[in-house]
């Protein structure tokens, strides 16, 4: 008798402590991203979250926003532990579903009544062959910026909202003087592919995209308007020398010596950070992207979309799905939109909240609309051999040697024979 109460003592103790367990255990959820340390809205929207989910941890996998891709790629093929990913460009996209390493979320979106429509179209610019593999917590706009000082001291008229890309080019000139350490430079091209490519894709209004594999004759007033400024207007740091000095946009800009660059709007958040933290004292505004004169759309600008997508691997499905979920949201649009990033809901409070942001430029909300967005590179299924070509290329055009021509004779002639032989 006493050996039966001791055995059932012993196991509603077992019972006890395995629920006190269980009811203080917490699932830890490995999110990637790139540059975690330099964006605050990452650590709010995650404090919020955890507040919100007192049983989920997120532990932040933080990696450099140059190595991102490819540690990425490493990462998920190696199987190394890891639930969600932010998505830093559409080939990486269509490259993570061919390789299986996106988990599909129709059955999440149907099973919560998940409202695609707040997401303006984004939503339906990601999904392939009818499945959604992703949720967009940001978009960034590609804009101008300009130096508010520059201009004034070179004497010449602020960007306006409705500017070519002759009158970038005439006004870079303009506010460009010095040599040698004395140099100002009119503007500062990011030896990026999407600095030039962008160009082009715009002026072809979403009729032609990078991924479109057959014709690029649409990339070469792009490249031609930025090897004049180069070469013959010397407004803009040469290719050369910014890629071997690994300049960038950020602290060119910053600098105090540059009058404009053309980037996306996640640069109106770093402006505001590096301002708050001492960092620069620019008196800086922005204007919507320059347009070309035959456009039928000039209001027009080219977008990039951000989404965050779940590990096809992860055995933390459930609780990654409440995490994406919840960054998507208008909530947490309003995190992000705080700090200066533009969100992917931009409802009319969120764009209040983005606006209202201490340190954003007076009067400057009219440079974020625009009447037609444009995806410089949707998903497709050869998107990442596509891109790879075409940044080969584009190397060897903007160190001019080869011609703009020559360049894109071989974009066509490579991508033709990596896909239909």
Same mark, same amino acid.
């Given at each position: 008798?006493?050996?039966?109460?001791?055995?059932?003592?012993?196991?509603?103790?077992?019972?006890?402590?395995?629920?006190?367990?269980?009811?203080?255990?917490?699932?830890?959820?490995?999110?990637?991203?790139?540059?975690?340390?330099?964006?605050?809205?990452?650590?709010?929207?995650?404090?919020?979250?955890?507040?919100?989910?007192?049983?989920?941890?997120?532990?932040?996998?933080?990696?450099?926003?140059?190595?991102?891709?490819?540690?990425?790629?490493?990462?998920?093929?190696?199987?190394?532990?890891?639930?969600?990913?932010?998505?830093?460009?559409?080939?990486?996209?269509?490259?993570?579903?061919?390789?299986?390493?996106?988990?599909?979320?129709?059955?999440?979106?149907?099973?919560?009544?998940?409202?695609?429509?707040?997401?303006?179209?984004?939503?339906?610019?990601?999904?392939?062959?009818?499945?959604?593999?992703?949720?967009?917590?940001?978009?960034?706009?590609?804009?101008?910026?300009?130096?508010?000082?520059?201009?004034?001291?070179?004497?010449?008229?602020?960007?306006?909202?409705?500017?070519?890309?002759?009158?970038?080019?005439?006004?870079?000139?303009?506010?460009?003087?010095?040599?040698?350490?004395?140099?100002?430079?009119?503007?500062?091209?990011?030896?990026?592919?999407?600095?030039?490519?962008?160009?082009?894709?715009?002026?072809?209004?979403?009729?032609?995209?990078?991924?479109?594999?057959?014709?690029?004759?649409?990339?070469?007033?792009?490249?031609?308007?930025?090897?004049?400024?180069?070469?013959?207007?010397?407004?803009?740091?040469?290719?050369?020398?910014?890629?071997?000095?690994?300049?960038?946009?950020?602290?060119?800009?910053?600098?105090?010596?540059?009058?404009?660059?053309?980037?996306?709007?996640?640069?109106?958040?770093?402006?505001?950070?590096?301002?708050?933290?001492?960092?620069?004292?620019? +008196?800086?505004?922005? @204007?919507?992207?320059?347009?070309?004169?035959?456009? *039928?759309? !000039?209001?027009?600008?080219? $977008?990039? #979309?951000?989404?965050?997508?779940?590990?096809?691997?992860?055995?933390?499905?459930?609780?990654?799905?409440?995490?994406?979920?919840?960054?998507?949201?208008?909530?947490?649009?309003?995190?992000?939109?705080?700090?200066?990033?533009?969100?992917?809901?931009?409802?009319?409070?969120?764009?209040?909240?983005?606006?209202?942001?201490?340190?954003?430029?007076? +009067?400057?909300?009219? @440079?974020?609309?625009?009447?037609?967005?444009?995806? *410089?590179? !949707?998903?497709?299924?050869? $998107?990442? #051999?596509?891109?790879?070509?075409?940044?080969?290329?584009?190397?060897?055009?903007?160190?001019?040697?080869?011609?703009?021509?020559?360049?894109?004779?071989?974009?066509?002639?490579?991508?033709?024979?990596?896909?239909?032989?």
């Amino acid at each position: 008798m006493k050996k039966s109460l001791l055995i059932s003592f012993i196991l509603i103790i077992s019972i006890l402590l395995l629920t006190t367990l269980s009811v203080g255990a917490q699932t830890t959820l490995r999110l990637v991203l790139w540059d975690y340390d330099m964006s605050p809205e990452y650590h709010e929207l995650i404090e919020v979250f955890e507040e919100q989910n007192p049983d989920i941890e997120v532990e932040v996998v933080d990696v450099t926003s140059q190595d991102y891709g490819d540690k990425l790629t490493v990462m998920l093929s190696g199987g190394e532990d890891l639930d969600i990913f932010a998505v830093k460009d559409m080939p990486g996209y269509s490259n993570f579903i061919r390789m299986n390493h996106l988990e599909p979320l129709g059955k999440y979106m149907e099973q919560d009544n998940f409202d695609t429509s707040v997401y303006s179209g984004l939503m339906e610019e990601i999904q392939v062959d009818g499945e959604y593999y992703a949720i967009p917590f940001r978009t960034d706009n590609w804009i101008l910026y300009y130096n508010k000082d520059l201009f004034d001291e070179a004497g010449v008229e602020y960007p306006t909202n409705d500017m070519t890309w002759p009158e970038f080019r005439e006004k870079a000139d303009a506010v460009a003087s010095g040599e040698g350490s004395n140099k100002i430079y009119g503007a500062y091209i990011q030896p990026w592919m999407s600095l030039a490519t962008n160009l082009g894709v715009l002026k072809a209004e979403g009729e032609y995209t990078l991924a479109n594999g057959e014709d690029y004759d649409f990339l070469a007033p792009g490249y031609e308007l930025y090897l004049k400024m180069q070469y013959e207007d010397q407004s803009v740091m040469p290719y050369g020398e910014a890629t071997t000095s690994s300049a960038h946009y950020r602290t060119q800009f910053q600098s105090g010596r540059v009058g404009m660059m053309y980037i996306g709007t996640w640069g109106i958040g770093q402006l505001i950070s590096d301002g708050k933290a001492g960092r620069h004292d620019m +008196n800086w505004g922005i @204007a919507k992207s320059p347009h070309w004169d035959d456009m *039928e759309e !000039p209001d027009s600008a080219i $977008a990039i #979309v951000t989404p965050m997508a779940i590990n096809a691997n992860s055995d933390k499905k459930d609780e990654a799905w409440e995490f994406i979920k919840f960054a998507g949201s208008e909530e947490g649009a309003k995190i992000f939109a705080k700090h200066g990033v533009l969100p992917a809901v931009k409802t009319e409070d969120v764009l209040d909240v983005y606006t209202s942001a201490d340190g954003f430029p007076e +009067n400057a909300s009219a @440079a974020l609309e625009a009447k037609q967005l444009i995806l *410089e590179f !949707p998903p497709a299924p050869n $998107a990442g #051999v596509i891109s790879s070509i075409i940044q080969e290329e584009h190397e060897l055009i903007m160190l001019n040697e080869v011609s703009v021509e020559e360049g894109i004779e071989n974009i066509e002639k490579r991508i033709d024979m990596e896909l239909n032989w």
